[in-house]
Antibody, heavy 123, light 113 residues
């Protein structure tokens, strides 16, 4: 069964870079036709899509975050990663990784989610 | 961006009764070439990630109880729980995947009356 697990620092200082990793088990990122996305949820608020990428490096980012976001895949570790630069308190959220796409199609739903990790931006 | 607006923001329904949640998109999410509505529904319980319930507006994800159903087309969609169970207490979100960026509704909190 596919499992996704986010990891990374729970506290980041303002203006620094947020870095998270999602480890995928129960399936190989490189052998699938899926995309791997990042979604965040500020405490008590709704969901915001950050971006998605496939193992081949095709990426799609939310324009509202595009200038600060980078995602990449490490197929040797079966991991996808997120970097968000120049963070502020507004970036405080639970960050989820999720599987999306179908047969290589990007515009699809998110059918498997990690448990999420809370990142707080504070000095 | 396509704006997704859900109504109501919160809803209290008696056990065994029907619950109806609405979702309206700021533009049509019906793709004419395949006649599919690019809309999904999720359930999120406290402390848990969202769980996919419905995709293509009306297709139930594997393992989702059949008391959950989705309907609608174009810009107006509905999630219906035919007979509310205690375990259905959650926040429900709609999501459009017609175009990037993917966008979600603000959520509807469902409680037991």
């Amino acid at each position: 069964q596919l499992q996704l697990q986010e990891s990374g620092p729970g506290l980041v200082k303002p203006s620094e870079t947020l870095s998270l990793t999602c480890t995928v088990s129960g399936g190989f990122i490189s052998s699938s036709s899926y995309y791997w996305g990042w979604i965040r949820q500020p405490p008590g608020k709704g969901l915001e899509w950050i971006g998605s990428m496939d193992y081949g490096g095709s990426t799609y980012y939310n324009p509202s975050l595009k200038s600060r976001v980078t995602t990449f895949v490490d197929t040797s570790k079966n991991q996808v990663s997120l970097r968000l630069t120049s963070v502020t308190a507004a970036d405080t959220a639970v960050y989820y990784c999720a599987r999306t796409g179908e047969f290589g199609e990007f515009l699809r739903w998110f059918d498997a989610w990690g448990q999420g990790t809370l990142v707080t931006v504070s000095s | 961006d396509i704006v997704m607006t859900q109504s109501p923001d919160s809803l209290a329904v008696s056990l065994g009764a029907r619950a109806t949640i609405n979702c309206k998109s700021s533009q049509s999410v019906l793709y004419s070439s395949n006649n599919k509505n690019y809309l999904a529904w999720y359930q999120q319980k406290p402390g848990q990630p969202p769980k996919l319930l419905i995709y293509w507006a009306s297709t139930r994800e594997s393992g989702v109880p059949d008391r959950f159903s989705g309907s609608g087309s174009g810009t107006d969609f509905t999630l219906t729980i035919s007979s509310l169970q205690a375990e259905d207490v959650a926040v429900y979100y709609c999501q459009q995947y017609y175009s990037t960026p993917h966008t979600f509704g603000q959520g509807t909190r469902l409680e037991i009356k």
